[in-house]
């Protein structure tokens, strides 16, 4: 069959494509130009809709770009979108200060208490060496609960779930401290089962309880990821949230933690603010880094130089002659 360009077949190729498509339609369909058939896959949802309001595909056209950057833009724009909530704890506590700080510095503002699982026990039951290459983000959507209460927790094997039979994580952080539980070179049970995220990643726990200062927890723990990506050489794509590891087997596998970082349960522009956070933390560490690099400059075998050349200069001046005319006396 051959279709003439903008004929009645254009208005039954949308109609087609708003419904399950016959094997007469598909033989119809297959001899269209492919450029046509890429609007009516584009608008088959609404393919009925839009062919009321204009009779032919040439009279479409403009439509449906309108249409297209309209569906594009409401894609693109949430992840390129300011975070409000991001601003409103920037402000609340300031922007990240300028220059060089020493992760010892760094570490001690983060303020961490060790107060680990028994090793052998419940959540560290099983020997199981990590080698950390990503830090998950998660946060305990527990209302009542800080970061001591998580601890004692952990410590009698209250938390039941995971591979191994109990849950447990690496730090759990709230407003005036972080906590640690398990060694970073042990693997944790907070994420995805057997998956990566357990197997590589250090699992830290933002704290919600009552009256914990949402902004300065956040904060804290963006200092605790920038001081744990130096220690292990981990880069910031490598920053997660839980939502990054899939949960086999359940309804929703991304799940929306930690839900206040979140746009919609994804991570976009709120995300993307903590990011910059941790980030800018971390840029201190390495500023601090280079710093002492070039310190140790001086150290280097170079500066052998000058002094060889002080000893090559002493030796028009070394011979100390006036002993002479003393030994003629
Ligand atoms: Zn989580």
Redesign the pocket.
Known sequence: MNIPENSPVDEYIFMTASTTPRSRDLKIISQFPLHRLHFAAIFKKNARKLMLKSKNLKTMIPVAILAAVGIFMTMILPGCASSGRGKSWEQQLGAIPQGPTDPGKMRKEVRIKKDMIQKGRFGRRLDRPMTPRFI????T?NYTGDAFAHAKALKRGALKGGVCGYLCWHYTVQDNTAIQHIPTNERGE??DFDGQGNRESI?I?MCEHKGNNQARTIDRTAKLAASLMMEHNIPIQNIV???HWPRRGYSTPN?N??HFLMDKGQPKATWKWFQDRVEGHYNRLVAYQQMMQQKQVPTSPIPMAPSEMQVRNFEPIAPLQPARPQSRD
């Open positions: 998950t983000i998660h946060s959507q907070h994420a699992g726990e949230p839980h939502y799940k933690c930690p």
